[in-house]
């Protein structure tokens, strides 16, 4: 079955320590996406990639970072400088030039205390 | 700059009943989608229904429609013959297809059906 996986579902970590959330695809799609939710809240772009070894920083990208060595993976790094990082992660991934249609993975909540 | 709002941050209903979610939006442009999405408690965001800016035709997907109002910067969705299995976060989401190809989103609107 094509799809999107992120692990794991819930993540802890103490504060002051980096971690990395993991976003794998393989719906064969160029296109990858990070966004944060928060209670009451849209979701929030943080970065996107339209192509392998590229990305962007969407509007809060401050304290996280991204790589894109290969097509089907896009693992984002949450970094001891985001203020604040509790939230639930999701990421996307729609066909190059068609981010209308993005599909998602399930998502992990994160909670750093 | 581009915004979603959705005035209703909950709303309940009887299962069978219909029920309109209210979504606007504010752009300058014209070539544009227009989306609803659904997330249940287990947090999957699920596309429901999408419209494109250029079609006059309001979009349909089984029990869910919408009543889109260009000139109003209008994006409704109604589900008629609610079900439990509607109960979810609803967002309306718009991406502007001439620019920077992101999703902005509403915040969304927690509906109930209750049995």
């Known amino acids: 079955d094509g799809g999107i996986t992120q692990s794991p579902k819930y993540l802890f970590r103490k504060e002051g320590q980096n971690v990395t959330l993991s976003c794998e695809q393989n719906l064969n799609h160029d296109a990858m996406y990070w966004y944060r939710q928060d209670p009451g809240q849209g979701l929030r772009l943080i970065y996107y990639?339209?192509?392998?070894?590229?990305?962007q920083k969407g509007d809060i990208a401050e304290g996280y970072s991204v790589s894109r060595e290969k097509k089907e993976s896009f693992p984002l790094t949450v970094t001891s400088a985001q203020k604040n990082p509790t939230a639930f992660y999701l990421c996307?991934?729609?066909?190059?030039?068609?981010?209308?249609?993005?599909?998602f993975g399930p998502g992990t909540r994160l909670t750093v205390t | 700059a581009q915004t979603v709002t959705q005035s209703q941050p909950e709303m309940s209903v009887q299962e069978a009943e219909t029920v309109t979610l209210s979504c606007t939006y504010d752009?300058?442009?014209?070539?544009?989608?227009l989306f609803w999405y659904k997330q249940p408690p287990s947090r999957q965001m699920i596309l429901v229904i999408r419209q494109e800016a250029y079609k006059q035709q309001n979009a349909t997907e089984n029990r869910f429609s919408v009543n889109f109002q260009k000139a109003a910067k209008s994006f409704s969705l109604k589900i008629s013959d609610s079900q439990l299995g509607d109960t979810a976060m609803y967002f309306c989401a718009f991406i502007h297809m001439d620019s920077n190809y992101q999703l902005i989103w509403g915040a969304g609107t927690k509906l109930i059906i209750k049995p």
């Open positions: 752009t300058s442009e014209s070539n544009y989608y």
């Open positions: 990639s339209q192509i392998v070894n590229d990305f």
């Open positions: 996307a991934s729609s066909v190059a030039g068609q981010s209308y249609e993005q599909y």
